[in-house]
């Protein structure tokens, strides 16, 4: 397929300079390369990836979080780094203990923040849910927030449901 595929991109040209262009000799076999040597890979060469097949009638809305957690953790989505810490924190997030969902947002943070004197080392990293991540780090002072875009926090207003109420969370956060 390669060939013929060659041979109709350049009409004009002699079956030897196609060959030169396309085909080389790499790792003592001759393939197909461009002038960088990029080769193209072979079929063999490709890892399989087997996928665990969701069980029977198991659905993310029956409320069996155990189950899709620990799907979570089996998931090749993550760096065997964090693979490892979700399998470590048996797919619990480790602010909220509750159990990470398909769809949440998960973030893995320093137990010790690198600003307070933690390290990158395995023991001093843990996941956490987006939101639980926010509290977390607003309580132990690290830094602020990277996901809250405003100092203003929205409350419910008094007199209807339907309407918000813009509050400062510190006095003067209000534009005048």
Request: charged share 25%; net charge positive; glycine share 6%.
């Amino acid at each position: 397929m390669l060939w013929g595929w060659a041979n109709r991109r350049h009409r004009n040209k002699g079956k030897t300079w196609i060959y030169d262009k396309y085909w080389r000799r790499v790792e003592g076999s001759i393939r197909f390369a461009d002038t960088h040597d990029h080769v193209l890979l072979k079929p063999s060469m490709i890892r399989v990836m087997r996928h665990v097949k969701v069980q029977g009638t198991r659905s993310p809305y029956d409320g069996d979080w155990v189950y899709w957690s620990r799907r979570i953790t089996k998931a090749p989505k993550y760096a065997s780094r964090e693979f490892h810490i979700l399998v470590r924190q048996q797919g619990r997030c480790a602010h909220c203990r509750l159990f990470f969902k398909a769809g949440d947002l998960i973030e893995f943070d320093h137990i010790l923040p690198s600003s307070l004197g933690g390290t990158n080392g395995m023991d001093n990293l843990q996941a956490l849910h987006r939101h639980c991540h926010d509290s977390k780090t607003a309580q132990d002072g690290s830094c602020r927030s990277a996901h809250v875009t405003s100092p203003n926090v929205e409350e419910p207003c008094e007199a209807k449901v339907s309407r918000t109420v813009l509050k400062p969370s510190r006095e003067g956060d209000l534009p005048a």
